[in-house]
T-cell receptor, first 111, second 115 residues
């Protein structure tokens, strides 16, 4: 059974720091991995989608890497801002289209 | 529409009552998903539609839960004889084609509270 773990569970940093959020999954037979952002009381916003054949994806200050063989992905946030404060979720798609989510990393960036 | 729309945004009901939650996906998206998110947890898969048919309903917790998508667009999640443990945020998502390459777009969810 696929399990997704995110470390750390919570993170509080001053503005301007570069951050790394970690995601690990137990079964390397995945089709893709997605990183989402969730603001309190809101739905999920897709940040980056990495296909299983890809190693990384970049969007602005965000960079996500994927090492499928070791079951790991990292989300790198450069020059963090208070507006980046949210919960970040990773999810893997393994079969029949369903996504398996981690429990998220709650990020707080203070001025 | 511009995004995935879910109604109601909040629903408070009493134990034993019947509840319907509605999802209006992005226009043209053939794939539609329902997830449930409890406090402090990641979303858990409930059911996936491709067009009008339920392609995978393996996540529905029991037979009190049912979902339909009669015309391949709007979907309704139906919960009978609600229990306190059903309290959660119910999230709907859609994608253009489904499958293993489709990016999912989520609605803001329907928060269900069962008293």
């Amino acid at each position: 059974k696929q399990e997704v773990t995110q470390i750390p569970a919570a993170l509080s940093v001053p503005e301007g720091e570069n951050l790394v959020l970690n995601c690990s999954f137990t079964d390397s037979a995945i089709y893709n991995l997605q990183w989402f952002r969730q603001d309190p009381g809101k739905g999920l916003t897709s940040l980056l989608l990495i296909q299983s054949s890809q190693r990384e994806q970049t969007s602005g200050r965000l960079n996500a890497s994927l090492d499928k063989s070791s079951g790991r992905s990292t989300l790198y946030i450069a020059a963090s801002q208070p507006g980046d404060s949210a919960t970040y979720l990773c999810a893997v798609q393994a079969d029949t289209d369903k996504l398996i989510f981690g429990t998220g990393t709650r990020l707080q960036v203070f001025p | 529409g511009a995004g995935v729309s879910q109604t109601p945004s909040n629903k408070v009901t009493e134990k034993g009552k019947y509840v319907e939650l509605r999802c209006d996906p992005i226009s043209g998206h053939t794939a539609l998903y329902w997830y449930r998110q409890s406090l402090g947890q990641g979303p858990e898969f409930l059911i996936y539609f491709q067009g009008t048919g339920a392609a995978d309903d393996s996540g529905l917790p029991n037979d009190r839960f049912f979902a339909v998508r009669p015309e391949g667009s709007v979907s309704t999640l139906k919960i009978q004889r609600t229990e306190r443990g059903d309290s959660a945020v119910y999230l709907c998502a859609s994608s253009f084609s489904g499958g293993n390459t489709g990016e999912l777009f989520f609605g803001e969810g329907s928060r269900l509270t069962v008293l």
